[in-house]
């Protein structure tokens, strides 16, 4: 399910100069003293992992990195887990179309569907 349009309100306001969004999705840190709930945001200039509340995980309240945008989301490992840097996050498996979507827009830009609806 994508998140909800307050989300990425919220999103947009945190990373005003960063360019349009494209994809956002929840994600947990694991395996790491970093423990946590994340937002991951793809722009058009950067990979943003935004940190949330810790209770509300649908709150941003700080970026707690960032990465180039040609920065590959995946492989993605079972779980499902991708790696940015030095963190490893989990995430719903509903949202791994999402995850390939970002990475195939820089990687593979030819194995993207058109956009059905272009004025959303």
């Known amino acids: 399910m994508p998140v909800g349009s307050a989300v990425r309100d919220r999103c947009r306001t945190l990373l005003a100069d960063q360019g349009e969004l494209h994809y956002v999705f929840p994600a947990h840190s694991v395996g790491t003293m970093e423990s946590g709930h994340f937002l991951i945001v793809v722009t058009d200039a950067a990979i943003s992992v935004l940190a949330t509340r810790t209770l509300r995980s649908d709150r941003p ?8 945008r040609h920065t590959r989301l995946g492989p993605i490992q079972p779980g499902p887990i991708i790696e940015l840097g030095s963190m490893a996050f989990e995430f719903d498996e509903e949202y791994t179309a999402v995850v390939k979507a970002a990475d195939a827009e820089i990687f593979a830009p030819e194995t993207l569907p058109p956009d059905p609806l272009p004025d959303l």
Do not use: H, Q, R
């Open 61 to 68: 309240v700080a970026v707690f990195a960032s990465f180039p």
